[in-house]
Antibody
């Protein structure tokens, strides 16, 4: 059974850093691209970042480019999102999501999300 | 970046009625790389449709997707009580995989 479990969400001060993680099981992690998607309280879904199975390139939404870094450790079956220079607009539930595969970058499995709150 | 505009923002229906949700892209979505998701309150999104018209595993056949280019539609043939939720479209044809703003299907 496929399982994704995010962790690391916290209350952080504006300008501060935070790293969230996503531990996966139930599938061959290195074979699938992964993404982070966030949802601000009461708002819609916002795609954040993408990394392929081999991690050789990365994509970012314009709102986070230059501040966030996606990475993965295939030996640990874990996806990461390093977030720097956080602002109140980054407050959201952060979901990790597994792509469907075969170069179809939609998401068939999601974690339960981890809440990041940016406030002083 | 491709912008996806969903309409209507809210759809008020009675159980058993037909639901038609629209997703319009600011430019053509390559290879019909468009997906639909359902999100119930307090839950993660659930994939319903991919490649514009293919149902994901375990999705009932009352859900169907159609369209190409810039105009896409999700249809629920007869809305069941568990279908009242928010629905999002997502394009994955270009390297920034954007979502639409969502359509809330509520009980009339």
């Amino acid at each position: 059974e496929v399982h994704l479990l995010e962790s690391g969400g916290d209350l952080v001060q504006p300008g501060g850093p935070l790293r969230v993680s996503c531990a996966v099981s139930g599938f061959t992690f290195s074979n699938f691209a992964m993404s982070w998607v966030r949802q601000a309280p009461g708002k819609g879904l916002e795609w954040v970042s993408h990394v392929p199975g081999n991690g050789i390139y990365t994509y970012y939404a314009g709102s986070v480019k230059g501040r966030f870094t996606i990475s993965r450790d295939n030996s640990k079956n874990t996806l990461y999102l390093q977030m720097d220079s956080l602002t109140a607009e980054d407050t959201a539930v952060y979901y990790c999501a597994k792509t469907l595969g075969n170069s179809k970058y939609c998401y068939d499995y999601w974690g339960q999300g981890t809440l990041v709150t940016v406030s002083s | 970046e491709i912008v996806l505009t969903q309409s209507p923002a809210t759809l008020s229906l009675s159980p058993g009625e037909r639901a038609t949700l629209s997703c319009r892209a600011s430019q053509s979505v390559s290879s019909s790389s468009l997906a639909w998701y359902q999100q119930r309150p307090g839950q993660a999104p659930r994939l319903l449709i991919y490649d514009a018209s293919s149902r994901a595993t375990g999705i009932p056949d009352r859900f169907s997707g159609s369209g190409s280019g810039t105009d896409f539609t999700l249809t629920i043939s007869r809305v069941e009580p568990e279908d009242f939720a928010v629905y999002y479209c997502q394009q994955y044809g270009y390297s920034r995989y954007t979502f639409g703003g969502g359509t809330k299907v509520e009980i009339k």
